[in-house]
């Protein structure tokens, strides 16, 4: 039972590097979400995806992109990657209208930009 | 927007000791979450509150969510070195967004 898998869960990149996380789920989840985690700052909302197809800002949405490729699949784009975007990097999943389940979370990316 | 507090940012509790966590929100709450992390890790899913006074148990820890549901408070009672880590406090906001708390680091001492 995988769950939520993320890849890769380590990276190194220079700024201005391009590079996309995936993420996938098997629990036919329709809801999916990339936050960042920052020392002291906790969960931060990046992009999320309430449904195939659909894709909405989070709090801190400037310099990536997202894709909800089909059901099982969100990635997330680092176009020009910047020292500020060192971060860890989760992807989770739910179901459509959370509020009566939990979200499924993955094992996290590090990502270091230098 | 909502926004959710924890307190304290930070704690260190003697192993055995009891400690209490605290998410207060600034709006409504109509689903909370709580969730664990070790350093390092992913979430686990602990447990999630719904109705005002609600109040519900895993081992050693206990969430309650008050009756105005706007604060829910996390419990452990004799604490282990197996509790620490840090937790956070989620909520679902009505937009089909969770949006979190910036967490709680609780260390135990041996």
């Known amino acids: 039972n995988a769950g939520v898998t993320q890849t890769p869960k380590f990276q190194v990149l220079k700024t201005g590097q391009s590079m996309t996380l995936q993420c996938a789920q098997d629990?036919?989840?329709?809801?999916m979400y990339w936050y960042r985690q920052d020392p002291g700052m906790g969960l931060r909302l990046i992009y999320y995806?309430?449904?195939?197809?659909?894709?909405d800002k989070g709090e801190v949405p400037n310099g990536y992109n997202v894709s909800r490729l089909n059901k099982r699949e969100f990635s997330l784009r680092l176009e020009s990657a910047a020292p500020s975007q060192t971060s860890v990097y989760f992807c989770a999943s739910s179901e459509y209208r959370v509020g009566n389940t939990e979200a499924f979370f993955g094992q996290g990316t590090r990502l270091t930009v230098v | 927007s909502q926004e959710l507090e924890q307190s304290p940012q930070s704690l260190i509790v003697q192993e055995g000791k009891n400690l209490t966590i605290n998410c207060t929100s600034s709006?409504?709450?109509?689903?909370l979450y709580w969730y664990k992390q070790k350093y390092g890790e992913g979430l686990i899913f602990l447990m999630m509150?719904?109705?005002?006074?609600e109040e519900k148990s895993h081992e050693k820890i206990t969430a309650k969510l008050d009756e105005k549901k706007q604060q829910s408070s996390l419990h452990i009672t004799a604490s282990q070195p197996s509790h620490a880590g840090i937790y956070l406090c989620g909520a679902d906001n009505r937009d089909d967004k969770i949006i979190f708390g910036k967490g709680t680091r609780l260390h135990i001492l041996p």
């Open positions: 629990m036919n989840h329709n809801s």
């Open positions: 709006k409504t709450l109509y689903g």
């Open positions: 995806s309430a449904s195939e197809g659909t894709t």
């Open positions: 509150l719904q109705k005002g006074g």
